[in-house]
């Protein structure tokens, strides 16, 4: 089974991905820049997780 990413949300998806693709990560030296960006993506993977267990919670009979 291949994975594919429906046309709709690649379209809506295309200016988000060019905005990151021209984004620096931080430097070596810059702790707040790198935990600011862990934390951005821990958050979202949180909120992510947090939406599946609720929809499967309101999925069960």
């Known amino acids: ?3 594919s990413l429906d046309p709709e949300i690649a379209e809506a ?3 988000m991905a060019d905005a ?3 984004a620096t990560p931080p430097g070596v030296g ?3 820049g790198r ?3 862990w ?3 821990h958050q979202a993977r ?3 997780a947090q939406y599946k267990r609720r929809l499967n919670a309101e999925l069960q009979p």
């Open 46 to 48: 949180a909120r992510r």
């Open 1 to 3: 089974m291949s994975s």
């Open 13 to 15: 998806l295309a200016p």
């Open 35 to 37: 935990w600011s960006q």
């Open 20 to 22: 990151m693709a021209e």
């Open 39 to 41: 934390r951005h993506r």
């Open 30 to 32: 810059d702790i707040e």
